[in-house]
């Protein structure tokens, strides 16, 4: 997981809904990336850093995660978090983005692109929380953990031991080659996340707002959404069956092309970048031409 070297600046923007941060990288029309539970915009790195030739290329982190600064009673579903990024782009003077999203991020996305079909230049969704297939049965143990209260132990013994992050137990499945995931990016997503207790608390709460009436409830509006939209699915997730990637290819009239990574898991895009990155290219290429 070797990429050319970022130039990363961390900002931060107010909203509404918090002091959102984000990484940007690049000029152009925007990409915006939205990266899911437990992770942050370091996800998004290697697109940032390979991608900014051609577009102002903005990871956002969301509500309960990375350095956003949130009230302690803000809502944090995937929902609320649809609406931090419109209010985020907003704050940033931003008409249209090339939206991308994995995960969480990617339901969110979906909500997005449901409520602001304007704002949207074009979608790209990976596997991902799809209808009213989530919380997917594979995280369920992880979800009743949080709710029982050891989130706070269970995030420390990821940190203090990697070994505990890469397990079969934790985020081990989510990675096609977990090993090959480095101490420091697991820093990266989970130091912030025991920064304070209200930060895990923030957490606790985006975990128990997994709610798939989220979801099902835009349905209507993805079968009228005319945006671009490339779907890419690794084939070996435990987590986001590939059928749910023809799911959205059926649902979404604006799909423009359905790709499966063989053998890719959750987080290919960190660890798939450079197909992935290739995907985004051509995508974002057929979508210029097509409005010229």
């Known amino acids: 997981m070797v990429g050319k070297k970022s130039s990363l600046i961390p900002r931060s923007v107010q909203t509404a809904s918090g002091r959102i941060s984000y990484m940007e990288q690049g000029t152009g029309p925007v990409a915006l990336f939205v990266h899911g539970v437990l992770l942050n915009g370091y996800l998004w790195r290697y697109q940032l850093a390979e991608l900014s030739d051609i577009r102002r290329c903005i990871a956002v982190d969301l509500l309960a995660h990375g350095d956003t600064e949130i009230a302690p ?8 978090n649809a609406r931090m990024l419109k209010e985020f782009i907003d704050a940033l003077n931003i008409d249209q983005v090339d939206l991308v999203g994995n995960d969480s991020g990617g ?19 990976t596997d991902c929380d799809t209808h009213d297939n989530w919380p997917p049965e594979a995280f369920k143990p992880f979800l009743a953990m949080a709710a029982s209260g050891g989130l706070r132990g269970t995030l420390d013994a990821m940190l203090s031991d990697k070994s505990v992050y890469r397990s ?6 989510a990675y096609e080659h977990p090993e090959q995931l480095s101490d420091d990016s697991i820093e990266q997503y989970l130091s912030q996340l025991v920064r304070s207790e209200q930060r895990t608390r923030d957490l606790q709460r985006f975990l128990a707002a997994f709610d798939n009436k989220q979801t099902v409830a835009v349905e209507a509006q993805l079968k009228m959404l005319k945006a671009p939209t490339l779907i ?29 990574f063989k053998g890719a898991r959750i987080f290919f895009p960190e660890e798939r970048w450079e197909e992935f990155n290739k995907e985004l290219r051509a995508h974002w290429q057929a979508v210029q031409e097509e409005a010229a």
């Open 73 to 80: 009673d803000q809502d944090v579903s995937v929902t609320a």
């Open 107 to 125: 339901g969110i996305a979906q909500i997005f692109a449901a409520l602001y079909p304007g704002r949207v230049r074009s979608l790209t969704l």
């Open 168 to 173: 079969a137990q934790a985020l081990g499945p």
């Open 232 to 260: 890419v699915w690794g084939t070996d997730d435990m987590y986001f069956d590939v059928k749910w990637s023809r799911w959205l290819a059926d649902t979404i009239p604006g799909t423009r092309r359905r790709v499966e």
